[in-house]
């Protein structure tokens, strides 16, 4: 039986029900990561292993969640990262996913791969919204991208820099996501399994993706358009070419994918704003730390110089008070809010935002303490391997 909607509560919970609404193809997208998907689970376990440490006898009646970073101040330290294909798991998602950000009073990152173009925002980019680039091995490409972002009224560019090569994500590999650039009789079959997805989609066929319009080259279905993109990443991406988007681009710049200390210092020598802590969610190199493990050295050596956010792992308001903890200044959502939005569209997300909202104030008061500002490493203690 299928559960109500006022049952989906948590990451998991819209998890399994995204698993029933959703082809093969797409959750597997969604759920999977490289190789033996070793670094995925490590981001969650890492934060398993996290121990919180209770304080009793603290006024804590005047609590106050918000935090201030990207250039704004929000009602929680938590932002929505930037996820490819998100319009391909429920039609019209990227506009929920802004629409509910911004009502809950936190910010949002559209991913590179968004079917939605920088210009097509359905409301104005506000203080902390961002879009996601990769850098192409065309830089005259890239330049004009990064025109059309400024152009669109963003002031916060997010720069990926840990995909100099795609991860091997055997899920999509069997699945044929890899290879393909329309789907098979065996995709076809499979999503006609699932009316309630396919009906959906209908109201937005064919999908194209944004950030491609203008580009014949690229073909017209957004797999397409999405495998040519992914060829179009620049692998010789290093210090100077960082450089150069740093000069190119004149607002707040944050780089995505930094998981060593001598990267971040990188990172600050050529003028990056911010940086997060990522491992790409376990989907590039298998293997690598998980993300909160390799926040606290990261944090040391960025010493307050730039912001330090991060993702990976989050499921629970309590791991971005353990985050916020270790030296984040706030927490980037991944796959949780992508579950609840495949689910059970922007309902499931306003769900999903609201009950980690409340576990993570609910965690804050029991710290005794009033606000994220207050939170250090006297708050936790750590032992994972």
């Given at each position: 039986m299928a559960r109500r909607r006022e049952d989906l509560l948590t990451a998991e919970d819209f998890r399994r029900a995204a698993r029933r609404r959703l082809p093969r193809l797409f959750f597997d997208y969604i759920d999977g990561a490289?190789?033996?998907?070793?670094?995925?689970?490590?981001?969650?376990?890492?934060?398993?292993?996290?121990?919180l440490q209770p304080r009793a006898l603290r006024d804590v009646s005047d609590r106050s969640p918000g935090s201030r970073f990207l250039g704004g101040s929000f009602d929680l330290p938590l932002m929505l990262?930037?996820?490819?294909?998100?319009?391909?798991f429920r039609a019209g998602a990227e506009t929920d996913a802004i629409r509910t950000a911004h009502r809950f009073g936190i910010p949002v990152c559209l991913s590179a791969f968004a079917m939605t173009g920088p210009e097509d925002m359905p409301e104005p980019p506000r203080p902390g919204d961002a879009w996601q680039l990769y850098v192409l091995k065309e830089r005259g490409r890239t330049g004009a991208i990064v025109d059309r972002i400024a152009a669109a009224g963003f002031g916060t560019l997010f720069v990926t820099v840990d995909t100099a090569v795609s991860g091997l994500r055997e899920r999509d590999i069997r699945n044929g996501l890899r290879r393909i650039t329309r789907p098979n009789p065996a995709m076809l079959c499979d999503m006609a399994r699932h009316p309630r997805w396919l009906l959906d989609l209908v109201r937005v066929w064919p999908p194209q993706m944004g950030i491609a319009r203008g580009w014949p080259e690229a073909g017209r279905s957004y797999l397409e358009q999405a495998a040519y993109l992914a060829g179009q990443i620049d692998p010789s991406f290093d210090r100077r070419g960082l450089e150069w988007l740093r000069a190119r681009w004149k607002g707040r710049l944050v780089v995505k994918g930094v998981l060593h200390p001598d990267d971040a210092r990188v990172c600050l020598d050529a003028g990056a704003d911010a940086m997060v802590v990522s491992n790409h969610g376990g989907r590039q190199l298998d293997g690598a730390p998980a993300t909160?493990?390799?926040?606290?050295?990261?944090?040391?050596?960025?010493?307050?110089?730039a912001e330090v956010l991060l993702d990976g792992g989050i499921r629970r308001g309590a791991d971005v008070v353990k985050?916020?903890?270790?030296?984040a200044d706030a927490c980037l959502l991944g796959r949780a809010y992508v579950f609840a939005l495949a689910a059970a569209g922007e309902a499931g997300l306003a769900a999903c935002l609201g009950h980690l909202r409340q576990e993570f104030d609910t965690a804050l008061a029991l710290l005794g303490k009033v606000s994220p500002a207050d939170l250090g490493p006297e708050d936790v203690s750590a032992g994972w391997a």
């Open positions: 490289a190789g033996d998907e070793i670094t995925a689970r490590r981001n969650c376990a890492a934060f398993a292993q996290i121990a990262g930037p996820i490819g294909s998100l319009g391909m909160i493990a390799a926040l606290p050295a990261i944090a040391a050596a960025v010493a307050s110089r985050a916020l903890s270790l030296g």
